[in-house]
């Protein structure tokens, strides 16, 4: 059974500043990993996913999230934020395989971010 | 990528009433996700749905009170039957394109059950 943990419940910071979205799976086998953005009374909507080759992924909006097998982890990075940004990020993960099409999801982050 | 479509946006409800939800696929997909999202929570996976067979459910979820029907690759009903107050959430399909890891989702049903 695979299942994802985000430590964050909300996360604050300024336009213009970094921000870091913590996300960590448990599951023995091979997994795909992804991010989902949702604004608020909004749908979901796709920010990047990885399933092998390079650990860093780029994605939409100049978003980009890391693979690390070692530290089960696969943190949404961003350079510099934006007040369009402020959503709630939810980290995913399913297992790969005839039945690993289901997604898993976070409890999500809010991110709240400040002008 | 594939356009999910679903039909009612939001609805009203009375308790004890049943109320249907689809979801309409732009291109054929093999399955489909019916998710479950509380206001401020997380997505709660309900059930998947292959065409030709029945959903298979999550914990915590029944055929009796959320049957799905999935009569071709897309298309894919989710009812709520006997509604309750506790029903109240959005509702949302999704699927996986062919040949592709990306899971795609349709905007949602808000159901409210009064």
């Known amino acids: 059974t695979q299942t994802v943990s985000q430590s964050d419940a909300h996360v604050t910071v300024f336009e213009g500043d970094s921000v870091e979205l913590r996300c960590n799976y448990s599951y023995g086998g091979s997994i795909y990993l992804s991010w989902y953005i949702q604004h608020h009374g909004r749908g979901l909507q796709f920010l990047l996913k990885y399933y092998s080759g390079n650990p860093v992924v780029q994605g939409v909006n100049g978003f980009k999230a890391e693979f690390s097998k070692s530290d089960s982890s696969f943190h949404l990075r961003k350079a510099s934020v934006h007040w369009s940004d402020s959503a709630v990020y939810f980290c995913?993960?399913?297992?790969?395989?005839?039945?690993?099409?289901?997604?898993?999801f976070g409890i999500g982050t809010l991110l709240s971010v400040k002008p | 990528s594939v356009l999910l479509y679903q039909k009612p946006n939001r609805d009203i409800c009375q308790s004890g009433t049943s109320l249907k939800i689809q979801c309409v696929a732009d291109?054929?997909?093999?399955?489909m996700f019916w998710y479950q999202q509380f206001q401020e929570q997380s997505l709660m996976l309900m059930a998947t749905a292959n065409e030709g067979s029945e959903a298979t459910y999550e914990s915590g979820f029944t055929k009796d009170k959320f049957p799905i029907s999935r009569p071709n690759l897309t298309f894919s009903t989710l009812t709520v039957n006997n509604a309750r107050p506790g029903d109240s959430s959005i509702y949302f399909c999704s699927s996986r394109g062919q040949g592709n890891t990306e899971v795609f989702f349709g905007k949602g049903t808000r159901l409210t059950v009064v």
């Open positions: 995913a993960v399913s297992a790969r395989g005839s039945s690993g099409n289901k997604l898993i």
């Open positions: 291109s054929q997909v093999v399955s």
